[in-house]
């Protein structure tokens, strides 16, 4: 047995808590979704098909390529850890009150003060509020939420299968979600481009493969890694490629931006080298407890800055507006003069560096004051009897799903 392999299988015992590498890659890719947003929603892409890519606006791209991956590897760790839990009815329901506490909250605050843009105040953005999970506030929560449903099934099949037939299970659901639509040069009916729910049971089911059999080409040294960058980097290659075809024909340019579609294969298999880095990787110590601590608040941090109250505010907060103000320039002058000025390189990193922090530092304090708040809300609602057989009514649905579990052998 390899010395990875003997490591995979002693995190495999280990309460997920303690896995303090996946837990790191959990914070990273929400990092990787702020720059994503950043960049996004801060107008800091420029359209590819446009005829000049000025030195930044070309890192632009490069740094959404090598964050593209961030939707994908969250859910990768998701379905690592969910493929061998139970069904808890309890954290559909927290869950379900976390999603809802933002979207009322962080909305209404946003739409009251005057600072939420490019969103009407109507009757369909107050819906949305209230029904965040029906109304695809958050489409990732939506199709989490879903996935996460469904886990009685899932959990239950992946558990059942056997080595073989889980791989053929996999190779079905990459064949007919992600790589017919990687290779096939028209736009498919059914392509969703990764927002939903069926694209994660995919990943649902690479993550369980993953828990219970490993890949051995992962567990040499710096493939994992080796995956990843060199998967992000075909994915930027490929979008170059593509655009260059556009502007060379004028065709393809539905399909310019496909290879940065989360179900496209190669920000699956980057995802999946990443994820396959982390694996490998050995955190412990303070560092290993101060990961831990604020890992579980990083759904907290894409909820807030993703609100629709402040879905289109926040970048110019930070800047992004500062960054589109440009002179006058002609092209051929251009890889002399933006480089210093106006929207340069240097100028985007420090703003990128800037927003990834700041978002990040206080998503977590705020969705750490949440959790104090909910702590002691619940403590006060416990003196009610109501509310305290309802706790336990909940609670009693686990056990259910547990002793399943534990009958069935999970």
Request: hydrophobic share 50%.
């Amino acid at each position: 047995m390899s010395e990875n392999r003997a490591v995979n299988q002693q995190n495999t015992l280990q309460s997920p808590a303690r896995q303090a590498n996946l837990e790191l890659l959990r914070c990273v890719a929400m990092m990787m979704v702020i720059v994503l947003h950043y960049l996004g929603k801060g107008n800091l892409l420029t359209s590819l098909s446009e005829k000049w890519l000025y030195p930044a606006e070309s890192i632009a791209w490069l740094l959404e390529s090598f964050c593209i991956v961030a939707v994908n590897v969250y859910m990768f760790i998701s379905g690592y850890f969910l493929c061998t839990s139970s069904f808890k009815p309890s954290r559909l329901l927290q869950l379900w009150l976390q999603v809802w506490m933002y979207s009322v909250a962080v909305g209404l605050l946003g739409a009251l003060t005057g600072v939420m843009e490019e969103t009407a105040f109507d009757t369909h953005f107050l819906l949305t509020l209230i029904f965040p999970v029906a109304m695809n506030h958050y489409w990732f929560m939506t199709a989490y939420i879903f996935l996460y449903i469904l886990l009685p099934f899932l959990g239950m099949a992946v558990q059942r299968m056997t080595k073989r037939q889980l791989q053929i299970a996999a190779l079905l659901l990459l064949i007919v979600f992600s790589l017919q639509k990687s290779i096939l040069p028209v736009r498919l009916e059914t392509d969703k481009l990764g927002y939903d729910c069926l694209w994660y049971v995919c990943v649902f089911v690479a993550a369980a493969y993953v828990r219970r059999f490993g890949i051995p080409f992962l567990e040499k040294r710096g493939r994992g890694i080796a995956l990843y960058a060199g998967g992000c980097l075909l994915i930027f290659c490929g979008t170059m490629i593509l655009r260059e075809v556009y502007l060379r024909t004028g065709r393809l340019e539905r399909m310019i931006q496909m290879c940065m579609e989360y179900n496209h294969i190669l920000p699956f298999l980057a995802a999946m080298g990443l994820f396959g880095a982390f694996l490998r990787l050995k955190i412990s110590g303070k560092l290993a407890l101060f990961v831990c601590k604020i890992a579980p608040y990083t759904l907290g941090v894409y909820l807030l800055h993703e609100n629709l109250g402040l879905r289109y505010t926040w970048q110019n907060w930070l800047g992004a507006d500062k960054l589109l103000e440009r002179l006058p320039i002609y092209p051929y002058m251009s890889a002399l003069i933006r480089w210093g000025v106006g929207y340069s390189v240097s100028g985007l990193l420090l703003h990128v560096t800037l927003a990834v922090v700041c978002v990040f530092v206080v998503g977590i304090l705020v969705d750490m004051l949440r959790a104090f708040l909910v702590r002691g809300l619940d403590r006060i609602l416990s003196v009610l009897p109501p509310y305290r057989r309802l706790r336990q009514w909940v609670l009693g649905l686990d056990e259910c799903f547990r002793e399943r579990s534990a009958q069935t052998g999970n």
